[in-house]
């Protein structure tokens, strides 16, 4: 066992077994035992936050529009749920406050902004509403100025700049290196990385950013053996579609 705890964060929420970003895979991942979820979040034309991945409401939901142009209203009579299976026939795009609502005492919610600082004011009431603990809520994006703005706005909440890895295809190196991450948190004020697994996360990369003072999180693991190699170096969590059945699977982590 590791001696640092390693959170597992359901991805989409529970979304190997039920569709993602719907209430039904974020009241099974609390069933599984999930630590946390992780959502992907827009702002809709009429200023509502909802949880949905891509820009279009199409792979998901069936209909192509764009939720930044979409209302509410619009995207409520879509069904998220049946191209994962009939039996989740019904399931609807979620707004933030009944996603929020579900997070139970102890447990954590890792919020993407998919969108723009213009999620901002309305990110803001949603979260005062909600009753979580500051410390229940972390803010994630690929975008830079989304990360120093929730800083701006929520200092209290972590943030964490979420990162791919890409390689030089004539040196081979890969970028962005630990050093050039941790200039990138400093600047944008985040606290800590949330990366897509690689095997350029080893110790010494784990080391770089520990004697920075920064976080750790990775994404997306499915894989025990992955999931075991990243436990032992003590990242702080790891985002699975399959947090239940990982978990059984490291026993004593
Ligand atoms: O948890 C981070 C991860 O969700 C980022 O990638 O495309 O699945 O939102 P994506
Ligand atoms: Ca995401």
Redesign the pocket.
Same mark, same amino acid.
């Given at each position: 066992m590791n001696k640092h705890t390693t959170a597992f964060i359901a991805?989409?929420g529970a979304s190997h077994d039920a569709p993602e970003n719907t209430m039904a895979a974020f009241n099974l991942a609390w069933q599984q035992d999930a630590d946390g979820i %992780?959502g992907?979040f827009r702002l809709t034309k009429d200023g509502v936050i909802v949880c949905v991945?891509d820009a279009s409401a199409k792979r998901t939901a069936g209909l192509d529009i764009n939720i930044a142009e979409a209302s509410l209203a619009e995207l409520r009579r879509l069904d998220a749920g049946c191209w994962k299976g009939d039996q989740w026939r019904g399931a609807g795009i979620p707004v933030i406050d009944e996603v929020l609502e579900s997070v139970p005492a102890g447990k954590r919610i890792?919020i %993407?902004i998919k969108c723009g600082v213009e999620i901002f004011p309305a990110l803001n009431k949603a979260l005062a509403g909600s009753g979580l603990d500051c410390g229940q809520v972390a803010i994630?994006a690929f975008d830079t100025a989304v990360i120093i703005e929730a800083k701006k706005k929520f200092p209290r909440i972590k943030t964490f700049w979420?990162t791919n890895f890409t390689e030089d295809k004539n040196t081979g190196a890969v970028k962005p290196s630990p050093d050039e991450i941790v200039a990138m948190l400093e600047k944008t004020g985040a606290d800590g990385v949330?990366c897509r697994e690689h095997a350029v996360v080893d110790q010494q990369f784990v080391q770089i950013l520990r004697k920075a003072h920064k976080e750790i999180h990775i994404?997306?693991v499915d894989n025990v053996s992955a999931a075991r190699r990243l436990l032992d170096m003590g990242v702080d969590s790891l985002?699975t579609n399959r947090a239940g059945w990982l978990k059984q699977q490291i026993p004593g982590r």
């Amino acid at each position: 066992m590791n001696k640092h705890t390693t959170a597992f964060i359901a991805h989409r929420g529970a979304s190997h077994d039920a569709p993602e970003n719907t209430m039904a895979a974020f009241n099974l991942a609390w069933q599984q035992d999930a630590d946390g979820i %992780e959502g992907d979040f827009r702002l809709t034309k009429d200023g509502v936050i909802v949880c949905v991945h891509d820009a279009s409401a199409k792979r998901t939901a069936g209909l192509d529009i764009n939720i930044a142009e979409a209302s509410l209203a619009e995207l409520r009579r879509l069904d998220a749920g049946c191209w994962k299976g009939d039996q989740w026939r019904g399931a609807g795009i979620p707004v933030i406050d009944e996603v929020l609502e579900s997070v139970p005492a102890g447990k954590r919610i890792f919020i %993407e902004i998919k969108c723009g600082v213009e999620i901002f004011p309305a990110l803001n009431k949603a979260l005062a509403g909600s009753g979580l603990d500051c410390g229940q809520v972390a803010i994630i994006a690929f975008d830079t100025a989304v990360i120093i703005e929730a800083k701006k706005k929520f200092p209290r909440i972590k943030t964490f700049w979420l990162t791919n890895f890409t390689e030089d295809k004539n040196t081979g190196a890969v970028k962005p290196s630990p050093d050039e991450i941790v200039a990138m948190l400093e600047k944008t004020g985040a606290d800590g990385v949330d990366c897509r697994e690689h095997a350029v996360v080893d110790q010494q990369f784990v080391q770089i950013l520990r004697k920075a003072h920064k976080e750790i999180h990775i994404w997306t693991v499915d894989n025990v053996s992955a999931a075991r190699r990243l436990l032992d170096m003590g990242v702080d969590s790891l985002t699975t579609n399959r947090a239940g059945w990982l978990k059984q699977q490291i026993p004593g982590r």
